[in-house]
């Protein structure tokens, strides 16, 4: 007989800078969503990816986080895709920002 499924706990997960994390470490936070659960996935993919130091992780592709295997997979045959949102304003350099610390 086929074992039942557990139910998750969360009905949303978001994973922050998931861009620079291990895939592992962004399949965690996953492994507790309900089946249905709303999954958020943010970060830069053209900036620091994942710090791998260890050899064999990097020959196992662990240096690419699953945000960008995804990202490169569902933009390989068009820039967009209905599930990709990319950000183009920054407000951390915005003047009154930038000021507090360059007085």
Known sequence: SVPKEKPGWFSHVF????AQSMEPE??????????????CLAGDVKQLGPLVKSK???????????MERLFTRL???????????VLTDTYRSH??????YNP
Request: proline share 4%; aromatic share 4%; net charge neutral.
């Open 26 to 39: 962004t399949l965690i936070p996953l492994t507790v969503a309900k089946a249905q659960a709303l999954v």
């Open 56 to 66: 064999l992780a990097t020959d196992h592709g662990f240096q690419v986080s699953l």
């Open 75 to 85: 933009t390989k045959d068009t820039k967009e895709h209905s599930r990709v949102f």
């Open 95 to 100: 003047p009154s920002i930038l000021k507090l």
């Open 15 to 18: 994973v922050d800078e998931a």
